[in-house]
């Protein structure tokens, strides 16, 4: 079974310091990875996808995050926080790369991006 | 469209009563989700459509939850006999293709049962 686990609820930043989310996965599977973000009252937007390409992966608002196979993380960063990045963050796992999937996403429980001015 | 669009945005039903709740896809996109999201959760997956064959349903809770994509484009997912534990964010995505690619979410239907 595919899983993700989100390592903490809640963080807390400066606006200019550097951003980390962290998460680790579980998968039988070369997985697919994501990070999804959701702004209150919004959907869910794509940040970035991990797909078995390049191991770093950049997504959008300079945020990025590297896949690491030996310890099965896939953490999110930014250099340096904005004030628009305050957010709730999901890392997700899909089990699209293999035959009979049906591409569901499975959720992390979120991890809530507070940014201090 | 341009857009994952979800009628209603906001619903509010007595208990017992039936809801409908309705996903119009990125126009041409092949496949359709629907995710349920508790307060202070991730989605969840609920049911899953290649044009209109439902392809998975093992994330609907239970009997009272049904989905339909009858020309393979508009999906509707009916809840009956609605109950308070009901209450949720329902989210649709829909993806261009069967397998591998992004989603693009719709913005939700807030139910409420009261």
């Known amino acids: 079974a595919q899983s993700v686990t989100q390592l903490d609820s809640h963080v807390s930043v400066s606006e200019g310091t550097p951003v980390l989310l962290r998460c680790n996965y579980s998968?039988?599977?070369?997985?697919?990875l994501f990070w999804y973000v959701q702004h209150p009252n919004k959907g869910l937007q794509l940040l970035l996808k991990?797909?078995?390409?390049?191991?770093l992966v950049k997504g959008i608002n300079g945020f990025e995050a590297e896949f690491k196979k030996s310890e099965t993380s896939f953490h999110l960063t930014k250099p340096s926080a904005h004030m628009s990045d305050a957010a709730e963050y999901f890392c997700?796992?899909?089990?699209?790369?293999?035959?009979?999937?049906?591409?569901?996403?499975?959720f992390g429980t979120g991890t809530l991006l507070a940014v201090q001015p | 469209g341009a857009g994952v669009s979800q009628s209603p945005r906001y619903k509010v039903t007595k208990r017992g009563q039936d809801v409908a709740l309705r996903c119009d896809p990125i126009?041409?996109?092949?496949?359709l989700y629907w995710y349920r999201q508790a307060l202070g959760q991730g989605p969840e997956f609920l049911t899953y459509?290649?044009?209109?064959?439902?392809?998975?349903k093992s994330g609907l809770p239970n009997d009272r939850f049904s989905a339909e994509r009858p020309e393979g484009s508009i999906s509707t997912l009916t809840i009956q006999r609605t109950e308070q534990r009901d209450s949720a964010m329902y989210r649709c995505a829909s993806s261009h293709r069967t397998g591998g690619g992004g989603y693009t979410f719709g913005s939700g239907t807030r139910l409420t049962v009261v």
């Open positions: 459509f290649n044009y209109e064959a439902q392809q998975d």
């Open positions: 991990y797909t078995s390409a390049a191991t």
């Open positions: 998968s039988s599977y070369s997985p697919s």
């Open positions: 997700v796992v899909s089990d699209s790369y293999y035959v009979g999937a049906t591409n569901k996403l499975i």
């Open positions: 126009s041409g996109h092949v496949s």
